[in-house]
């Protein structure tokens, strides 16, 4: 499965993005799906997760009411809405998908396919 992340871009403080993880293969829509994020000098953080129904989800506290995770099965993409942007959102954002649902959402080794990431810029 090959994932590619798109949608980033460079907005202010109180804008919102959209990002898309897009996969090759249609077993996409049996995999559990997280996107993670990593600021300069920090390390890869979990944002959000979706199983493969999308009902269940998950976000970190630091998102929680912000951002929204959804999945399109038609379309094999998993979307990332983020809203009311902040400077400290700023970072590289992956998609990352798991052959079956994490025990830990912020287990990178569950983990099998990740994409290559979309710099999200946000400024005061």
């Known amino acids: 499965v090959q994932l590619q992340a798109s949608g980033g871009g460079a907005v202010q403080t109180g804008a919102s993005l959209r990002l898309s993880c897009t996969a090759s293969?249609?077993?996409?829509?049996?995999?559990?799906v997280a996107w993670f994020r990593q600021a300069p000098g920090k390390e890869r953080e979990l944002v959000a997760g979706i199983n493969w129904s999308g009902r269940v989800t998950y976000y970190a506290d630091s998102v929680k009411g912000r951002f929204t995770v959804s999945r399109d099965s038609a379309k094999n993409t998993v979307v990332l809405d983020m809203n009311r942007l902040k400077p400290e959102d700023t970072a590289v954002y992956y998609c990352?998908?798991?052959?079956?649902?994490?025990?830990?959402?912020?287990?990178?080794?569950?983990?099998?396919?990740w994409g290559q990431g979309t710099q999200v810029t946000v400024s005061s």
């Open positions: 293969s249609r077993t996409f829509k049996t995999n559990a």
């Open positions: 990352a998908a798991a052959e079956s649902r994490p025990v830990r959402w912020s287990a990178e080794e569950e983990y099998n396919y």
